[in-house]
Every structure is written in structure tokens, then in C-alpha cells.
């Protein structure tokens, strides 16, 4: 039982609306169901789960080593504790690009985005990556379409040729993703204000801007990304680093120094945790069907 209202249909519905607002949709990424639930209590659009990120928790480089068990199953985990949309990364379709859409579908995901890298893929901020030919990506994504059943799931199409190819080859690239059916488009690795004008002049149709810290990317103000053109950016792994941050300079400090008591303003309270995961909520729920099972056995 979770206090989530809202069924897949209308969080697919939600964000398609959200996306013609003409303003620009906020996604932070979500490691796991209880960064969700704070994503939504803040106020973003849309939660978003990184294939980097969900590679990482399981103790893996982002090389292609996660599979569609893994990622389907923490991104269903993640999207039903909150009553926002959420966007999957689906790294290259794993294997089967029908297959993959249809158990995204089927666990309530809102929408995913596929990449034009080779199967044994790279972060799309690192050197040294490869790609597969422009029609081998216009099949796949044509198979995502066909597979979908409802038209609000989104299909993204994600490229990485910038840093490959160059800008020019990228752009053209993504005129065929746009064209093969694609309805949101993810330049990846974009590196400054030009680049991301460049590609809006270029491009009609929705584009999303990776905001990756410590990437190829300089790091730009969401108005500024919106005032270029852009309808989507995302947080991918911020809510992760800063975790594994604290995470590691707590579990330094109480090696040192044998206590917790130096850090205890670092973390989050038992008070803010029962609210954010509802205690209360769940507690008068339990009492009430408590009491209705007692009465009815008098």
C-alpha cells in the first residue's frame, strides 16, 4: 500500500501536457524510491532514472553491464512511489528494442530514451565512444514506436555523435530520428550556449539538455536553457553524488573518530524521514482498519 494517486496513464498524460506548457520541465534524477518522493514534495516535473546511476549503485562502471532485469525493475520501484512522470534510460534498447518498451509500459514508466551507440556503450560524457550507423538507430526506434501502446509513452531518441562525429553530423542524425518518429529529442554532450543554440536552430521539435556535472557540458541556469528553446533538462546523477559524498565523509569521520556525534547535522532526522515516507498517514490507515476488523467481530 503507497499513497500514490495517480495511474501510469495520467502520469503519461500529465507530462505530455506539461511539454506543450512551453516552459521548461526540471528532472532530477531519482538512485532510488525515497529520492523520488522528494523530487515530487519539492516541486520538479518528472523524475528520471540514469542508466549511469542504476549501473553505478550496483557497484558497476557505465560500460553496458546492466540489464533490462535491473534497470526495469529499480525504475518500476522508483515510479510507483511518486505520482510524477518518470524517464528511463534505456542505454541501447537491451538486445530487444520491442521487448524493452513494452516491460517499460507495462511498469508504469511515462516514457524512455534510446542511444545510437554500439551495445557495449561508454558515458556519454567520456572519449573513445562508437556508434552504430544512423539506419540501424532509425530501425530501432522505429520498433519502439511500434511497440507502445499508449501515445502518450514518450520515445526519446538520444545521440552521441557530437563528440564523434561533430555537431553537423549529430544534427543530421537527429533529423532522421525525428523522422523515423521520435517525439523528443537528446543532444548528448553538448559543451556551451552555441552548441545548444546550434542544435535548437536546427532541430524542430522537443529537445532535452543534460545538465551531468563534471561532464563535456558547462553547467547552464534552467532559464537560460529555456529561454534557448529547450523543453526538458535533467539532473542525472547529482542526487547520487551528493549521497555517496556525505555517505563516504561520514563513514571517514566515525572510522576516525569512533562516534557519530560530529556529523549528526549531516543527516537527514528520523522526524524528516517519517514525514517524507507518510509514517503518519500509514499509522491512522493501520488504526482504522484495525478498528473496523475489531467492531465487526463484536
Same mark, same amino acid.
Given at each position: 500500500? *503507497?499513497?500514490?494517486?495517480?495511474?501510469?496513464? /495520467?502520469?503519461?498524460?500529465?507530462?505530455?501536457?506539461?511539454? +506543450?506548457? =512551453?516552459?521548461?520541465?526540471?528532472?532530477?534524477?531519482?538512485?532510488?524510491?525515497?529520492?523520488?518522493?522528494?523530487?515530487?514534495?519539492?516541486?520538479?516535473?518528472?523524475?528520471?532514472?540514469?542508466?549511469?546511476?542504476?549501473? @553505478?549503485?550496483?557497484?558497476?562502471?557505465?560500460?553496458?553491464?546492466?540489464?533490462?532485469?535491473?534497470?526495469?525493475?529499480?525504475?518500476?520501484?522508483?515510479?510507483?512511489?511518486? @505520482?510524477?512522470?518518470?524517464?528511463?534510460?534505456?542505454?541501447?534498447?537491451? &538486445?530487444?528494442? #520491442?521487448?524493452?518498451?513494452?516491460?517499460?509500459?507495462?511498469?508504469?514508466?511515462?516514457?524512455?530514451?534510446?542511444?545510437?551507440?554500439?551495445?557495449? &556503450?561508454?558515458?556519454? *560524457?567520456?572519449? @573513445?565512444?562508437?556508434?552504430?550507423?544512423? /539506419? /540501424?538507430?532509425?530501425?530501432?526506434?522505429?520498433?519502439?514506436?511500434?511497440?507502445?501502446?499508449?501515445?502518450?509513452?514518450?520515445?526519446?531518441?538520444?545521440?552521441?555523435?557530437?563528440?564523434?562525429?561533430?555537431?553537423?553530423?549529430?544534427?543530421?542524425?537527429?533529423?532522421?530520428?525525428?523522422?523515423?518518429?521520435?517525439?523528443?529529442?537528446?543532444?548528448?554532450?553538448?559543451?556551451?550556449?552555441?552548441?545548444?543554440?546550434?542544435?535548437?536552430?536546427?532541430?524542430?521539435?522537443?529537445?532535452?539538455?543534460?545538465?551531468?556535472?563534471?561532464?563535456?557540458?558547462?553547467?547552464? =541556469?534552467? #532559464?537560460?536553457?529555456? @529561454?534557448?528553446?529547450?523543453?526538458?533538462?535533467?539532473?542525472?546523477?547529482?542526487? /547520487?553524488?551528493?549521497?555517496?559524498?556525505?555517505?563516504?565523509?561520514?563513514?571517514?569521520?566515525?572510522?576516525?573518530?569512533? *562516534?557519530?556525534? =560530529?556529523?549528526?547535522? +549531516?543527516?537527514?532526522?528520523? #522526524?524528516?524521514?517519517?514525514?517524507?515516507?507518510?509514517?503518519?498517514?500509514? &499509522?491512522?490507515?493501520?488504526? &482504522?482498519?484495525? =478498528?473496523?476488523?475489531?467492531?465487526? *467481530?463484536?
Amino acid at each position: 500500500m *503507497h499513497f500514490v494517486e495517480k495511474e501510469p496513464s /495520467q502520469k503519461r498524460l500529465d507530462f505530455d501536457q506539461k511539454l +506543450k506548457s =512551453n516552459k521548461i520541465l526540471r528532472v532530477p534524477g531519482a538512485y532510488n524510491p525515497l529520492t523520488a518522493k522528494l523530487i515530487e514534495e519539492i516541486g520538479y516535473d518528472a523524475v528520471y532514472v540514469s542508466g549511469g546511476v542504476m549501473a @553505478n549503485d550496483l557497484g558497476f562502471p557505465d560500460i553496458g553491464l546492466t540489464t533490462l532485469q535491473d534497470v526495469s525493475t529499480r525504475s518500476y520501484l522508483i515510479s510507483r512511489a511518486t @505520482n510524477l512522470p518518470t524517464i528511463v534510460d534505456i542505454d541501447t534498447g537491451f &538486445k530487444s528494442c #520491442k521487448e524493452t518498451v513494452e516491460t517499460f509500459e507495462e511498469f508504469g514508466i511515462t516514457g524512455v530514451h534510446l542511444e545510437d551507440q554500439i551495445e557495449r &556503450k561508454r558515458c556519454g *560524457h567520456l572519449d @573513445n565512444k562508437e556508434l552504430i550507423t544512423t /539506419q /540501424q538507430m532509425v530501425t530501432k526506434i522505429k520498433d519502439c514506436i511500434t511497440a507502445k501502446k499508449d501515445k502518450n509513452f514518450k520515445i526519446i531518441a538520444r545521440s552521441d555523435a557530437k563528440s564523434v562525429e561533430g555537431i553537423d553530423k549529430m544534427i543530421e542524425r537527429c533529423k532522421a530520428y525525428i523522422d523515423a518518429g521520435a517525439e523528443i529529442i537528446f543532444p548528448e554532450a553538448l559543451e556551451d550556449e552555441k552548441d545548444f543554440e546550434k542544435v535548437r536552430k536546427e532541430l524542430s521539435g522537443y529537445l532535452l539538455a543534460n545538465m551531468t556535472e563534471f561532464g563535456k557540458s558547462k553547467l547552464l =541556469n534552467y #532559464k537560460e536553457l529555456e @529561454n534557448i528553446g529547450y523543453n526538458i533538462v535533467i539532473y542525472p546523477v547529482t542526487t /547520487q553524488r551528493l549521497a555517496m559524498k556525505n555517505v563516504e565523509d561520514g563513514l571517514r569521520d566515525i572510522f576516525t573518530n569512533g *562516534h557519530q556525534n =560530529n556529523i549528526l547535522d +549531516k543527516m537527514q532526522t528520523r #522526524k524528516r524521514l517519517y514525514e517524507l515516507v507518510d509514517y503518519e498517514k500509514y &499509522k491512522s490507515l493501520d488504526e &482504522k482498519i484495525y =478498528n473496523f476488523s475489531s467492531e465487526g *467481530h463484536e
